[in-house]
């Protein structure tokens, strides 16, 4: 065994003792990304090329600081996404949410579908959506200053600028200073906050102490904003259109009721994540 992967041996006892949920993967993930190679590459650092910056990293992660915030990127579907303190972290079970999305929109058979992407963050799911569905355009709307810088980097640095716009401000209040947008889009996909108020000491400390307050409470029962998003997508989508929405795993019996018949909506159905936990819901907007 060289010394690097003695090292990465013992940094992985040292995140495990402090509670880091993946200690190994993420040992090997800093050891990669000091030496500036795959992780699969790690056995062929030589012992005269070892860094000894890989044990300040690891007592950055050992403090439950996120991995991605140390490294600065963040992997999403087929993106690599800048990160870093002051924007949501995006997590793999938003995938599930983005492939619903995107199979639904294959579905419609429409030409040039228009989609709106509400509490944007790092850019990730508009992004995902823009690339994979190459003829779509998108709209991204994200309120917090400190996620905009990476929003705008993220977006600057993809293939898939021109089709995705960027729009400073209020998710719930998208499109509300222009009515001429109201009943155009095919989609409307957002990972809103949803952590109740109440629930704050519960959280990991990897969100709790590094991603913005803004991303992660909504109220005292976590559901202020996700009301909010169902009334903007009732007023953006079309006919037939469908809205599709994350939730925390305790909501999957609470948030299919604001999408209720009496406000338009058909089709309503909460949806599964890989662990198989609530994770979202979706609905259609009920054809006159």
């Given at each position: 065994?060289?010394?690097?992967?003695?090292?990465?041996?013992?940094?992985?006892?040292?995140?495990a003792a402090a509670g880091v949920?993946?200690?190994?993967?993420?040992?090997?993930?800093?050891?990669?990304?000091?030496?500036?190679?795959?992780?699969?590459?790690?056995?062929?650092?030589?012992?005269?090329?070892?860094?000894?910056?890989?044990?300040?990293?690891?007592?950055?992660?050992?403090?439950?600081?996120?991995?991605?915030?140390?490294?600065?990127?963040?992997?999403?579907?087929?993106?690599?996404l800048a990160v870093g303190p002051?924007?949501?972290?995006?997590?793999?079970?938003?995938?599930?949410?983005?492939?619903?999305?995107?199979?639904?929109?294959?579905?419609?058979?429409?030409?040039?579908?228009?989609?709106?992407?509400?509490?944007?963050?790092?850019?990730?799911?508009?992004?995902?959506?823009?690339?994979?569905?190459?003829?779509?355009?998108?709209?991204?709307?994200?309120?917090?200053?400190?996620?905009?810088?990476?929003?705008?980097?993220?977006?600057?640095?993809?293939?898939?600028?021109?089709?995705?716009?960027?729009?400073?401000?209020?998710?719930?209040?998208?499109?509300?200073?222009?009515?001429?947008?109201?009943?155009?889009?095919?989609?409307?996909?957002?990972?809103?906050?949803?952590?109740?108020?109440?629930?704050?000491?519960?959280?990991?400390?990897?969100?709790?102490?590094?991603?913005?307050?803004?991303?992660?409470f909504s109220g005292e029962d976590?559901?202020?904003?996700?009301?909010?998003?169902?009334?903007?997508?009732?007023?953006?989508?079309?006919?037939?259109?469908?809205?599709?929405?994350?939730?925390?795993?305790?909501?999957?019996?609470?948030?299919?009721?604001?999408?209720?018949?009496?406000?338009?909506?058909?089709?309503?159905?909460?949806?599964?994540?890989?662990?198989?936990?609530?994770?979202?819901?979706?609905?259609?907007?009920?054809?006159?």
């Amino acid at each position: 065994m060289n010394l690097l992967l003695a090292e990465v041996a013992q940094a992985t006892q040292r995140l495990a003792a402090a509670g880091v949920p993946s200690p190994r993967f993420d040992a090997e993930e800093l050891a990669a990304h000091v030496h500036h190679v795959k992780r699969s590459q790690l056995h062929t650092v030589k012992d005269a090329d070892f860094d000894a910056r890989y044990w300040e990293a690891i007592s950055r992660r050992e403090a439950r600081e996120p991995l991605q915030h140390i490294t600065g990127r963040a992997f999403f579907r087929y993106l690599e996404l800048a990160v870093g303190p002051g924007v949501f972290v995006p997590r793999p079970e938003t995938e599930t949410v983005v492939e619903w999305a995107i199979e639904a929109v294959r579905e419609m058979d429409v030409a040039e579908p228009l989609v709106v992407d509400l509490c944007s963050g790092s850019g990730a799911i508009a992004l995902a959506l823009a690339q994979e569905l190459p003829r779509s355009t998108v709209h991204a709307f994200e309120l917090d200053e400190g996620a905009l810088r990476y929003t705008r980097r993220n977006i600057e640095a993809s293939g898939d600028r021109d089709r995705v716009t960027l729009h400073a401000g209020d998710a719930t209040l998208a499109f509300a200073d222009d009515p001429s947008w109201n009943g155009r889009f095919d989609l409307v996909i957002s990972n809103p906050p949803y952590i109740p108020l109440t629930e704050w000491e519960y959280v990991a400390p990897e969100a709790r102490d590094h991603d913005p307050q803004l991303a992660l409470f909504s109220g005292e029962d976590g559901l202020e904003t996700i009301r909010g998003i169902e009334r903007a997508a009732a007023r953006l989508l079309r006919p037939g259109g469908a809205v599709v929405i994350e939730h925390a795993d305790t909501q999957g019996g609470q948030v299919p009721w604001i999408f209720n018949e009496e406000a338009g909506w058909t089709d309503t159905a909460d949806h599964r994540d890989l662990n198989g936990r609530p994770r979202f819901t979706t609905a259609r907007r009920a054809r006159s």
